[in-house]
């Protein structure tokens, strides 16, 4: 299993933008497509975004054009940069492998969105 570490969440208007990272203790983490998760109060975990090791990058519709996802594979990091949110975003946000099977679920980190 691989230990992953969410963090940059916050509480943020509508409008508003927040930068999430996660690291991961991995000897070997370029190869692996890395996805960002989120789950919100009485729904299922979704996968919201993913990014290849070639950077090729995909998003659910709901958030294409307000978020990005990045990576920095020499330092084991993934970014999402959060704009535009809406209240609608809020949920605890996770990373993880962005195709099955994933790794065991971090923490993750809470990101709510409201005036």
């Known amino acids: 299993q691989v230990p992953i570490v969410e963090s940059g969440g916050g509480l943020v208007q509508p409008g508003g933008s927040l930068n999430l990272s996660c690291t991961m203790t991995?000897?070997?983490?370029?190869?692996?497509?890395m996805g960002w998760y989120r789950q919100a109060p009485g729904k299922q975990r979704e996968l919201i975004s993913s990014?290849?090791?070639?950077?090729?990058?995909d998003y659910l519709s709901s958030v294409k054009g307000r978020f990005a996802i990045s990576r920095a594979n020499d330092r084991r990091t993934v970014h999402l940069q959060m704009n535009s949110l809406k209240p609608e975003d809020t949920a605890v946000y996770y990373c993880?492998?962005?195709?099955?099977?994933?790794?065991?679920w971090g923490q993750g980190t809470q990101v709510t969105v409201s005036s």
């Open positions: 993880n492998r962005g195709v099955a099977p994933v790794w065991s």
């Open positions: 991995l000897s070997v983490f370029s190869p692996y497509t």
């Open positions: 990014i290849t090791a070639e950077g090729r990058t």
